[in-house]
């Protein structure tokens, strides 16, 4: 009589964490999880009413406790920036004269095309703050 319990909780923790898919919110894949620990409890013997509890006590704590964390750490990870975006605010040293019409700096280890924004002339061996990147030539100011 224990394994139709256990294996009906184990269907449903699969199907709870298989629609997280869908969702992407953290909510259901907490739910299945506990669905998943109920299913181990009544797969040991429990009855019906403590696999019950086990799944409520499961889902509100890792709802209420599991997922803030996950939510905050990926949230943090989405501020990551890449590709061009992570130039911006960046040092930049000149490396032929800039000025409001072009030039060229070193980004990194690589040669750009670069104009001042504030149409300053900018010499050689000076140091930049990359503002923008419009197409293929960045934008810069001295610092």
Do not use: Q
């Not at 889902?59 to 975006?85: F, I, M, Q």
Request: proline share 2%.
């Amino acid at each position: 009589m224990g394994f139709v319990p256990a294996l009906i909780w184990m269907i449903l923790g699969v199907l709870l964490i298989a629609a997280e898919v869908l969702s992407g919110d953290f909510v259901l894949v907490m739910l299945g999880a506990a669905a998943l620990g109920a299913a181990g409890a009544a797969g040991l013997g429990a009855d019906l009413v403590v696999s019950a509890l086990v799944f409520s006590a499961l889902s509100l704590g890792l709802v209420a406790g599991v997922r803030p964390v996950l939510k905050r750490r990926l949230d943090k990870g989405l501020g990551h920036r890449s590709g061009v975006e992570a130039l911006l605010g960046g040092t930049a040293v000149v490396v032929s004269t800039v000025d409001g019409h072009g030039g060229r700096v070193r980004i990194g280890g690589e040669v750009w095309s670069a104009r001042s924004m504030d149409h300053a002339v900018l010499e050689p061996g000076a140091e930049v703050t990359v503002v923008e990147i419009s197409g293929a030539t960045a934008v810069v100011l001295g610092t």
